[in-house]
């Protein structure tokens, strides 16, 4: 018998009675649905023409196939040409296979047709075509999260559904873990399943971490029990879980006691328990050690006192647990398995209340006022007044320490006297102090760190506080006053802080400079000293290298102004600074170099003129800054054509770094030609007559001096 497949198409063919027509029957496969068990067809009936051809024939006839109906035909039909072929019938639907999933079909088909070109009649049959094998394997649902047993060992029934398409075959399902098989059930049709004590144990040796593992379910649908030919397979995996019924460790009890010798001593027994001091310590014993169940191990113990949980690793021998500042009457040991169940026994012990002792105040006091050596100390605190069993707490001891501020230790404590004590508070008041200075107390210039210790039978409690220096904020005196200091210095106002008027710093002395010190780093506002030339540079931003006072004064937010003035009167510089740029700006000089007006020495011969043209009698010289002023009226020999004579002589400084030349008026009718030299001296080289330029070796009346100059 044929067979056909998915897109494949089959036919056969007939000659007709007449005229030796082919008469054609083809079944093409077109699809499976393998849901509805179904195969869908095109079965098709053709005639062609070989020897004779017709146009507008009657023709009729029939199509069959297995399992549909095509039907009957009846039309005119034409050939176009000669060995040409026309479709007479088609047909196209589905077939229903059997319950295994196999069909076989036959397509026939008939013709009728008269006429001298017609074909006569005929019939045509494709038998027993095998169609492609429906799968029929059966189908696994989806299976909800189970748990797989009760009690241990024991299994519970949990569902596992099935679709089987056919009864005659034949399913077994596999149940796996983590890879391993852990049950088979052959001939499974479908429903609950319950494992049985060996695979539940197959199953707790693959869980030994977890309580819930992934199971694996596989369905293989046979042709038959024989299980030679597989049909078809189906999986799912779904969660198993472990039944929390007995899962738990299994464990009952445990033994405590007190370990701290000084709270056993003040209890008498160790069963008692003092909040925050006994060091508690849990025993398992071998005996009652925890025991794991369903196949679990034992993996820890852990020890829970109000919520601080210590932990210890399990042990086949006694188990100790410990817990060095018990704040709970409950403690709570729990047994833990490798899966994480947990089994917890509680005890109540015999539980005292206790905290620490405090210092809640203290202050330690000057006398006169703050301003005085003499100290007192006052402090107070609470302790817990309870009854440990053997002994009543209580105030032990009170002891003080101290240090200057500054420095890095404290020294020895100091014992006190015991604090009045009143239901569970403690308190002292004024209690004189030794110091540094014995038993006149603390050091007038310095400031202290002072420490108070209080002791009960448990704790210590440490408080720090502070001693000022001794200086007050005012100090009042009939012939003066002192601001935060003490009154020395009669008939002033001395304070040790910066005076502010306005919002502005009054200028007080801040203090001398020193040889490091760059006037671009002070900013504070105040008056500064640089006692001597030696510590000052222009290299580190000084105007000259002089002594002098720098006053430092805030002009506004980000600016100043900085004042130097030098020892010798030689000079006042000042200069600004701005933060917008970090900019600071150059010195400039306030005073002017000034000497006045000099008289000079006349050279030999020179005398002052009668009359003071020049603007003065005589020769005067000056100096302004650099800027040299000579000025005069003399009278004198000219010296005709014969060289140059002294008039007078300048001091060195101010003595020009080239000769310099200037023309003076003379009596009427002449002029000259002065100049000073590098040397300072003051000459004429030749008086001559305007008229005709003849040199003048007479005396002159008068001769006036005028020449300005600078100096490099």
């Known amino acids: 018998m044929p067979s056909i497949t998915v897109g494949q198409t089959l036919s056969n063919s007939a000659r007709t009675s007449q005229n030796q027509y082919d008469l054609i029957v083809s079944l093409k496969l077109n699809s499976q649905n393998v849901q509805n068990n179904t195969s869908n067809v095109t079965v098709t009936l053709q005639l062609k023409s070989n020897y004779a ?64 070109y017609g ?41 596992v559904p099935t679709t089987r398409y056919y009864s005659g075959f034949y399913d077994v399902l596999t149940i796996s873990v983590g890879g391993t098989t852990i049950h088979t059930i052959n001939g499974y ?14 199953a707790y040796a693959k869980m030994t971490t977890s309580n819930s593992a992934k199971f694996t379910f596989l369905l293989t649908t046979y042709s038959s029990s024989s299980k030679t030919t597989v049909i078809g397979t189906s999986t799912k995996t779904a969660t198993g879980s472990i039944s929390s019924t007995g899962r738990a460790p299994s464990f009952t009890t445990f033994t405590y006691a007190d370990q701290n010798a000084t709270t056993i001593a003040l209890t008498g027994d160790s069963s008692s328990i003092v909040q925050g001091y006994s060091l508690l310590r849990a025993t398992v014993s071998a005996a009652n050690k925890a025991t794991a169940n369903k196949g679990a191990s034992m993996s820890k113990y852990q020890l829970n006192i109000g919520g601080v949980i210590t932990e210890v690793a399990y042990g086949t021998g006694a188990v100790t647990l410990s817990n060095a500042s018990p704040q709970s009457a409950t403690i709570g040991v729990t047994a833990i398995d490798s899966r994480g169940n ?57 002891q003080y320490r101290y240090k200057r501020a500054n420095a890095s230790s404290y020294g020895d404590w100091t014992a006190l006297a015991l604090p009045t004590i009143t239901d569970g508070a403690y308190s002292a008041s004024n209690v004189a102090i030794t110091g540094d200075l014995g038993a006149s107390g603390f050091n007038l210039d310095y400031a202290y760190s002072l420490q108070v210790r209080v002791t009960d039978r448990l704790s210590e409690a440490v408080y720090t506080l502070q001693i000022n220096a001794g200086k007050p904020i005012i100090a009042l005196h009939k012939e003066g006053i002192a601001l935060g200091k003490p009154y020395t210095t009669p008939g002033i106002v001395d304070s040790a802080w910066t005076m502010v008027m306005n919002g502005r710093n009054v200028l007080g002395y ?40 720098l006053e430092v004064i805030t002009i506004s937010s980000g600016s100043l102004m900085q004042r130097y003035s030098t020892y010798n009167n030689s000079g006042v510089y000042v200069r600004n600074y701005y933060d917008y740029g970090n ?130």
């Open 53 to 116: 051809y017709f146009q507008q024939y009657a023709c009729s006839g029939s199509l069959s196939l297995t399992g549909a109906s095509p039907g009957s035909y009846s039309a005119q039909y034409s050939f176009p040409s000669l060995y040409s072929t026309i479709t007479l019938k088609t047909w196209t639907g589905n077939v229903t296979h059997s319950a295994d999933g196999t069909y076989t079909v036959t397509a026939s088909g008939t013709i009728s047709c008269d006429g001298t």
């Open 119 to 159: 074909a006569g009649t005929g019939s045509v049959s494709l038998s027993g075509v095998t169609l492609p094998r429906i799968p029929r394997a059966s189908v696994l649902g989806t299976i909800p999260a189970f748990v797989y047993d009760g009690n241990s060992g024991v299994g519970a029934a949990f569902s």
């Open 189 to 202: 049709t479908g429903g609950t399943v319950t494992l049985p004590s060996t695979a539940v144990n197959a």
């Open 342 to 398: 947990t089994k917890t026994v509680y005890q109540t012990a015999t539980f005292i209340k206790y905290t620490d002792t405090v210092v809640k105040s203290g202050s330690a006091s000057r006398a006169l006022n703050g301003a005085g050596t003499e100290t007192s100390l006052t402090y107070a605190g609470s302790f817990s007044a309870v009854d440990f069993g053997a002994a009543t707490n209580t105030i032990l001891s009170a």
């Open 510 to 549: 801040v203090r001398s400079l020193t040889s490091s010190d760059n006037l671009n780093n002070l900013t504070e506002q105040g008056i500064y000293i640089a006692s001597s030339n030696d510590i000052t540079s222009v290299s580190r931003n000084y105007p000259v290298a002089l002594a002098g006072t």
């Open 583 to 712: 900019v600071w700006y150059e010195w400039r000089k306030l005073t002017v170099d000034d000497t006045g007006w000099i008289q000079a020495t006349l050279a030999s011969g020179i005398s002052a003129a009668s009359s003071g043209y020049g603007g003065a009698r005589g020769i005067q010289y000056r100096k302004i800054e650099n800027h040299v002023h000579v000025r005069g009226s003399i009278s004198f020999t000219a010296p005709g054509g014969n060289g140059s004579i002294l008039l007078s002589a300048l001091p060195s400084e101010y003595a020009p770094t080239y000769n310099h030349y200037v023309m003076n008026a003379v009596t009427s009718g002449y002029q000259g030609r002065t100049y000073i030299n590098q040397s300072g001296q003051l000459r004429c080289d030749w008086v001559m007559r305007i008229s005709d330029g003849a040199y003048l070796s007479t005396r002159i009346s008068w001769y006036a001096v005028k020449i300005d100059y600078f100096l490099d």
